[in-house]
């Protein structure tokens, strides 16, 4: 059985008491959903906490002034990150799951 996330009208279907009790019924204890994780979580996501920030003020660095020049940068940037900047970007984020499992999954970017 395949599970499908439906968005309409800006409601997001798949939290719906119905749904929810039926993924509950298919995956018991194993769910992971709204109000049970902390969505796009910035603590343990390498994309929110590095790269992003890091693409942003490259493709900023030159003030494009127009979308065209915009989606240049962009491209650019994207195609100019190097292997050591996603290894650090990785082991940027093994030292984060590591202060998560420290502070048993509670707050721990004071610690970082």
Not at 10 to 33: K, N, P, W
Request: charge should be positive; include cysteine; hydrophobic fraction near 40%.
């Amino acid at each position: 059985m395949s599970v499908s996330v439906c968005v309409s009208s800006h409601r997001i279907v798949h939290t719906s008491h119905a749904s929810m009790a039926e993924i509950q019924s298919l995956f018991g204890d194993r769910v992971i959903s709204k109000g049970l994780w902390p969505p796009r979580s910035p603590d343990l996501t390498s994309p929110d906490y590095f790269l992003w920030g890091y693409l942003k003020g490259r493709v900023y660095q030159n003030k494009p002034r127009t979308i065209v020049a915009l989606k240049a940068n962009i491209t650019e940037e994207i195609q100019e990150v190097t292997a050591d900047v996603m290894a650090r970007t990785f082991q940027n984020m093994a030292r984060r799951v590591q202060s998560c499992l420290d502070a048993n999954g509670g707050h721990f970017q004071h610690m970082l």
